[in-house]
């Protein structure tokens, strides 16, 4: 993305949020790597929720982590 992301609208509002919530950072590191998040399942299960920023500050649903959570199956021995 690198500087064409610092001229999305929707990145400038993801900034917003952040900074009316209180968060700081320390704005060191490269900054231009976009995040995400992964649940992988016990076993065969595989993957039960992909989550890729696709710009920065993009969040996840906390509920469907939770959700695709609750699904993991402990692995028999």
Known sequence: MMLSGFF?????????RAWRNGYSGNLE????????????GAGKQGVLL???E??????VSLPAVLEAAEKIKPQAS
Do not use: A
Request: proline share 0%; no cysteine; aromatic share 16%.
């Open 8 to 16: 999305r609208l929707g990145v400038w509002q993801n900034f917003l």
């Open 50 to 52: 992909e989550h890729r």
């Open 29 to 40: 590191g490269e900054g231009f790597t976009l995040g995400g998040v992964y649940v992988i």
């Open 54 to 59: 696709k710009e920065f500050g993009d969040k």
